[in-house]
């Protein structure tokens, strides 16, 4: 089992920058490939990104590429997510994901282990 928890959600102004952690236990954590995904009001999950266990690969949405940095710390078993020049149709309850099957996750379907979420708003 592992457990999934996310911090650093909050309100913040389009163009403003925030920074999201999700803290993991339970397993050895390099053995999962984590992912971020978000879920606005209204809408289904989306992906957001992933990055592999060891942090070679990596990959975005192309809503957020450019804006948003994934990166882990395997030494402290966190992910997280670098969220610049955020716009308003970035506010959405953030996911923390963790996959122990594949080399990326790129999409919601079967995922072992989800966070509980943190949101996200940001204001025009």
């Known amino acids: 089992q592992v457990q999934l928890v996310e911090s650093g959600g909050g309100l913040v102004q389009a163009g403003g920058s925030l920074r999201l952690s999700c803290a993991a236990s339970g397993r050895p954590f390099m053995n999962y490939v984590m992912g971020w995904f978000r879920q606005a009001p209204g809408k289904e999950r989306e992906f957001v990104a992933t990055i592999s266990g060891d942090g070679g690969t990596i990959f975005y949405a192309d809503s957020v590429k450019g804006r948003f940095t994934i990166s882990r710390d395997n030494a402290r078993d966190t992910v997280s997510l670098q969220m610049n020049s955020l716009k308003p149709e970035d506010t959405a309850v953030y996911y923390c994901?963790?996959?122990?099957?594949?080399?990326?996750?790129?999409?919601?379907?079967?995922?072992?282990?989800w966070g509980k979420g943190t949101l996200v708003t940001v204001s025009s």
């Open positions: 994901a963790a996959d122990s099957r594949r080399a990326i996750i790129l999409n919601v379907d079967g995922i072992d282990y």
